[in-house]
């Protein structure tokens, strides 16, 4: 049996509307830990892709529908110990690329019941104060920045 391995290169996806109301989600395997959409990259594929991809995957929404934006912006981040098993033995950090999706207004999403139980619509600045990972409230600190906002 073959052994696979996440690639340490992701995705984030801040969906948010043109009045700064985000999309939460809460992790099925983390109760209590909210995020947005995110993803390792597949093979062959882009962050760009993963991107899009797992907007689909994690919401049902489809990211070309809507003003999806690259924002040409990367975090590096240590791996929670609690999720290193799912990369290659010594793989310790991961490379997250932005991207943002705006909705002209907050809409019902499909989750991934094997990845989130819940979502929500909040204030970017609430959303900030619930994301568990820096990397999203980093997110939403240039989601701010675009509207010449500050958290």
Known sequence: MTQHFKIPVSALVLIHT???QVLLMERTDK???WQSVTGSIEA???PYQAAIREVREETG???LAYDFEDW???NVYEIY???RHRYAPGVMQNTEHLFGLCLP???PVTLAPDEHTHYEWVDWRQAAKKVF???NVDALRRLGEKHRLTL
Do not use: C, F, V
């Open 18 to 20: 043109p009045d700064l």
């Open 105 to 107: 207004e907050p809409q």
């Open 72 to 74: 040409h912006a990367s």
């Open 133 to 135: 990972s820096w990397t």
């Open 61 to 63: 929404l489809d990211a």
């Open 81 to 83: 110990p609690h999720w």
């Open 31 to 33: 109760p209590g830990y």
């Open 44 to 46: 062959e594929e882009s």
